[in-house]
């Protein structure tokens, strides 16, 4: 919703939310009573679809405007960097929760720590990135790529059976997230 705010209205944000809803209700149906897909916190049915949807349309809604940028209010600020920061470190918190809630015994255990781990090694590894590519931490490189180790931990959580795995899963999230922020942004 965020990469459509200020291109729409707010009848265009209406049939939007309503057209989402609906194919976000049948794209569960398919992935989870259909498919019988292992998505314990949500990584295929929420942030995939997501993902697949915001990009979908985007293409919609002057997206050569967009692209322009021309007044530099695609970059961050300081204001809105630590409200992001703040938002980052509530997720860091509860995520792991999140991909526990439906687990059950050892696994529930298994996910919040699976879930933890890989955060903390996108973490790392975002740091690790940034600072070897620009020679500082940039901060929005860092919110990026912290959240990339909870989105892919929604799918695997429950399954990966040592931390060890979770850690690498995480830190090769997180790189794969930083270089392509830093990518998409022309800053490599």
């Not at 996108?122 to 690790?128: D, G, N, Q, R």
Request: proline fraction near 2%; charge should be neutral; hydrophobic fraction near 50%.
């Amino acid at each position: 919703m965020g990469a459509v705010l200020g291109k729409t209205s707010f009848p265009q944000l209406f049939v939007l939310i309503t057209i989402e809803t609906i194919f976000y209700t049948l794209n569960a149906i398919i992935c989870v009573d259909l498919l019988h897909a292992a998505d314990i916190g949500g990584a295929i049915v929420i942030h995939q679809w997501g993902a697949i949807f915001g990009a979908t349309a985007t293409y919609f809604f002057q997206n050569t405007k967009a692209l322009e940028d021309r007044l530099e209010q695609c970059k961050g600020r300081y204001t809105s960097e630590l409200i992001a920061m703040a938002g980052t470190l509530f997720l860091f918190i509860y995520w792991p929760s999140f991909n526990a809630a439906l687990a059950v015994g050892m696994a529930q255990t298994r996910s919040v720590v699976n879930t933890l781990t890989s955060i903390t090694g996108s973490t790392l590894t975002a740091v690790f990135v940034s600072r070897a590519i620009l020679g500082k931490i940039d901060m929005e490189v860092l919110l990026n790529s912290t959240l990339a180790g909870g989105v892919m931990m929604g799918a695997a959580c429950d399954l990966i059976t040592g931390p060890g795995f979770a850690m690498l899963a995480g830190c090769i999230c997180g790189a794969v997230s930083a270089l392509g922020f830093l990518k998409l942004n022309k800053i490599l």
